[in-house]
């Protein structure tokens, strides 16, 4: 299914709109960054001026850059049901989140590839139209070289293609070679820095994070949960934790994960990554996937779109399955 994409400004639209964009305070940014800076309000611009019923639906690959947006409120919490005791007791997004990582430190399982290896990945997709209608499900298998020095094969809704040796690794996030993902600190503080920092030389650990700078890292923490579904150990725990910092995340009940699991989701609404939901069991907090809304081509329909890791692994060789 085609995803919906609005009109571009002209280049002269472009260049006046561009020279509304705020002026940094602190430090002048990279070339890079400003330009992705640019890009970003840009696509805000553009996407504010549709009337389209449904946020488009961003492709899970290649890889996303990271960018600003504007901060908003404070989390929310859903009341979870006691089980045959009765009664409720409230969850807060932290507590969902700091109950997922814990559940991924005592029970993922974790690899540790050579640089000439692939990870493989096998992703169960089910996607229905809003409003009742036939749902489709497809079985996505990717192969990621593990240094980004080889090609590797992705699929998305079944279909499949090609990706070329990783290039520009320092201005992409999220980086998906595994010696770049490794160095990511595992201290969810540090995290939230890092990711804030991603394309400057060293992340600046004793500068505090400003309130117009949230809404990045969250893109940026949603991005590297969204398309790196295998990461090395301690990093998910700590993506999960910093999650649980971030103003504005909220969580909403009667979620079901792609196998019809009862569960809770945390998401940002208002933010680029507002129609995505991360969906985490609501007994363990165990975390289970994603459950994402889009829209048609024309935007005359809508989709909703579950998505589960079914197995991962560590082969030599692309398409070659464990």
Same mark, same amino acid.
């Given at each position: 299914?085609?995803?919906?994409?609005?009109?571009?400004?002209? #280049?002269?639209?472009?260049?006046?709109?561009?020279? @509304?964009?705020?002026?940094?305070?602190? %430090?002048?940014?990279?070339?890079?960054?400003? %330009?992705? @800076?640019?890009?970003?309000?840009?696509?805000?611009?553009?996407?504010?001026?549709?009337?389209?019923?449904?946020?488009?639906?961003?492709?899970?690959?290649?890889?996303?850059?990271?960018?600003?947006?504007?901060?908003?409120?404070?989390?929310? $919490?859903?009341?979870?049901? &006691?089980?045959?005791?009765?009664?409720?007791?409230?969850?807060?997004?932290?507590?969902?989140?700091?109950? $997922?990582?814990?559940?991924?430190?005592?029970?993922?399982?974790?690899? +540790?590839?050579?640089?000439?290896?692939?990870?493989?990945?096998? +992703?169960?997709?089910?996607?229905?139209?809003?409003?009742?209608?036939?749902?489709?499900?497809?079985?996505?298998?990717?192969?990621?070289?593990?240094?980004?020095?080889?090609?590797?094969?992705?699929?998305? &809704?079944?279909?499949?293609?090609?990706?070329?040796?990783?290039?520009?690794?320092?201005?992409?996030?999220?980086?998906?070679?595994?010696?770049?993902?490794?160095?990511?600190?595992?201290?969810?503080?540090? @995290? !939230?820095?890092?990711?804030?920092?991603?394309?400057?030389?060293?992340?600046?650990?004793?500068?505090?994070?400003?309130?117009?700078?949230?809404? $990045?890292?969250?893109?940026?923490?949603? =991005? !590297?949960?969204? %398309?790196?579904?295998?990461?090395? +150990?301690?990093?998910?725990?700590?993506?999960?934790? #910093?999650?649980?910092?971030?103003? =504005?995340?909220?969580?909403?009940?009667?979620?079901?994960?792609?196998?019809? %699991?009862?569960?809770?989701?945390?998401?940002?609404?208002?933010?680029?990554?507002?129609?995505?939901?991360?969906?985490?069991?609501?007994?363990?907090?165990?975390? &289970?996937?994603?459950?994402?809304?889009?829209?048609?081509?024309?935007?005359?329909?809508?989709?909703?779109?579950?998505?589960? &890791?079914?197995?991962?692994?560590?082969?030599?060789?692309?398409?070659?399955?464990?």
């Amino acid at each position: 299914m085609n995803v919906r994409r609005p009109s571009r400004p002209s #280049a002269a639209e472009r260049e006046e709109m561009t020279r @509304l964009l705020p002026v940094p305070a602190d %430090r002048d940014l990279p070339a890079g960054r400003q %330009r992705l @800076l640019e890009d970003y309000f840009m696509q805000e611009i553009e996407q504010s001026a549709q009337s389209a019923p449904a946020a488009p639906r961003p492709h899970r690959r290649p890889l996303i850059r990271i960018a600003i947006a504007t901060a908003v409120a404070a989390a929310v $919490a859903v009341p979870v049901a &006691l089980g045959a005791t009765g009664g409720t007791q409230t969850a807060s997004a932290a507590t969902v989140l700091n109950g $997922a990582a814990q559940q991924d430190r005592t029970g993922a399982r974790t690899i +540790e590839p050579r640089g000439n290896q692939f990870i493989y990945t096998k +992703e169960i997709v089910k996607e229905a139209p809003e409003g009742g209608g036939a749902a489709k499900t497809y079985v996505d298998e990717n192969w990621t070289s593990v240094d980004g020095s080889k090609k590797g094969w992705t699929m998305e &809704l079944g279909h499949g293609w090609w990706n070329p040796p990783a290039e520009h690794k320092d201005s992409v996030w999220p980086p998906s070679d595994w010696a770049t993902l490794k160095k990511l600190p595992t201290d969810p503080d540090k @995290l !939230l820095i890092a990711v804030r920092d991603w394309d400057y030389a060293k992340p600046d650990y004793n500068r505090p994070i400003k309130k117009q700078e949230w809404d $990045a890292i969250y893109f940026g923490l949603a =991005g !590297l949960l969204y %398309r790196v579904p295998v990461m090395p +150990e301690g990093l998910r725990p700590a993506v999960f934790e #910093a999650l649980a910092q971030v103003p =504005g995340v909220k969580t909403t009940e009667n979620e079901t994960d792609a196998q019809g %699991r009862e569960g809770i989701g945390i998401s940002k609404p208002g933010d680029a990554w507002g129609h995505t939901t991360f969906v985490f069991d609501a007994k363990t907090y165990a975390y &289970l996937g994603l459950h994402d809304t889009h829209a048609s081509d024309d935007g005359k329909k809508k989709y909703d779109q579950r998505t589960y &890791l079914s197995r991962y692994a560590v082969v030599d060789k692309v398409k070659q399955r464990p």
